[in-house]
Structures are given as C-alpha cells and as structure tokens.
C-alpha cells in the first residue's frame, strides 16, 4: 500500500469514526466535522456509500451501512467469552434486578462488550462499544488491578487521570492503594466514578491459562447501592458468576497468573 492510499484510508477512517457519536450527518456536517476539502469529503463519502460503509437517506443525510450490521454479528458471535457469559449475566440480572456488563481491555482503555439492561425504571444505561479509563468505575479497574505489577505501575505513571464525574479518583497513591485492595479481595466497588450517582461491584473472569480476561459488573443508581445488605449482596453474587464464567472457559482455581498480555 501506498502512501496516498494510506493517506486516503486513514481518511476515510476519519469519516467512518464520526458515525460513533452521531447517528446521521450531512455532507455538509461531516466536511465540518472533518475538515477535508469539499470535493475529497464528497469523493470519500461516495467509495463508502458503493462498497456498504455508508447509506443514504432520504433527506440526503449518511449513516452507518448494513454491512457494519454483518462486521458487527461476525466479531460479537466469534468471542466466544461473550457467548458462554451472556446467560450467566442474564441470570444475575433476574436475581439482583440491576444491569449487567462484561468488559474486556482494549490497550490503556476497556471497552463494553456486552451488557444486560434491568427492566428497573431507574437505571445506569451503558452502551456495548463504550470505552472508558482503566482507573475509573469498579469493571475497568478490576482489569488493571491484575495487570502485571510493571505494566499496572507503567501505567498509573504515565496516565492523565481525567475526573468523569465528582468520586473518580484523581491521586495515584491513593489509586495504587484501591488497585492493591480490589486484587486481594479480588473484587472492586466503585460509587459516582464514571457517571456521578451511578455505583458498580465488578469481579474478574479468568481463562483455562489462569490469565484475567474480562471483568465482570453489576451496575445501578447509587442510592440502591448504599443499601449495605444489597451493595454485600451485589459483590457476592457479581464474585460467584465471574466464577461461573471463568469455569466455563477452563479455569481452575488456583491457576491465576495473575496478569494478562
């Protein structure tokens, strides 16, 4: 390849990653959003809208073409953790009547891969392909506290920490302390870190090599969470499926190498 298709792709990724936050736009909007010259915007919009990336409206507006439907059905059916924890996720939403989320790391962030909504009228809505910080919220953190003791400690340092909402924790020796907490107690409770009163307990999921693969986590309004019998409740059987899962995917206990890659 290239380096004008390179240049071109990276382009068109430009375009294609707009439709993450917004639904439609214009040709109009997406130059703005952009920045490319008119005539490239409209060259590139045209390629993506032929080979399936995009579709067109009636009112002249683009969005996201069926063919990231089948990208999408492909990549969510081959991870196979998805498959063997979403019955287990829906179970434990039935028992604790609160939104269930599997997350898996991503680099320096986690990303939601699967998630089951409570039938609460109040409750914490989470979108699958959301990223956040590995600091922040009880599943990501769960994910970086078992990460290898340098690769946790090259990240704590290196880290911008961002305050998403009025609890997240912005010292890093204090981080340090909570991540060392959630390791041996082997789960995390987070309250107001991502969403301000939103709280979480996550726990995490193991593979047949004893390496941390996903974390697991209940997620509701923090004022059902201060309820102490509910929020022991939570970390228990948030813990117990995490276990579950892990099984499934060939872990034994024991086996924890307490890292992953």
């Known amino acids: 390849m290239n380096q004008n298709q390179n240049k071109t792709v990276v382009k068109s990724m430009q375009i294609l990653n707009l439709f993450i936050d917004h639904e439609r736009l214009s040709l109009q909007e997406i130059v703005l959003k952009t920045n490319l010259p008119k005539t490239s915007a409209h060259r590139m919009v045209l390629s993506l809208e032929e080979m399936g990336f995009l579709s067109k409206d009636e009112q002249g507006k683009y969005g996201l073409g069926l063919l990231f439907l ?22 434990l939403k039935e028992e604790l009547g609160e939104a269930v989320n599997l997350v898996v790391r991503d680099g320096d962030e986690a990303i939601y891969i699967e998630k089951v909504d409570t039938s609460e009228r109040v409750r914490v809505y989470t979108q699958i392909g959301r990223r956040a910080p590995l600091y922040g919220g009880a599943c990501p953190r769960i994910l970086l506290a078992h990460l290898p003791e ?37 789960y995390s409770v987070s309250h107001s870190e991502l969403e301000n009163y939103s709280s979480a307990a996550g726990a995490p999921i193991f593979n047949h090599m004893g390496e941390l693969v996903a974390g697991l986590s209940v997620v509701g309004p923090e004022v059902r969470f201060q309820d102490h019998e509910h929020l022991q409740k939570c970390i228990e059987k948030v813990k117990e499926a995490a276990r579950e899962i892990s099984t499934a995917l060939g872990y034994k206990a024991g086996n924890d190498k307490g890292g992953v890659n």
């Open 150 to 186: 340098e690769k946790q400690n090259r990240y704590v340092d290196k880290v911008e920490i961002v305050p998403y909402a009025m609890n997240t924790i912005v010292d890093k020796e204090e981080l340090r302390r909570v991540l060392k907490e959630c390791r041996d107690r082997g």
């Open 70 to 91: 089948q990208f999408g059905h492909l990549v969510a059916e081959r991870l196979d953790i998805r498959k063997v924890a979403l019955p287990v996720m829906q179970r």
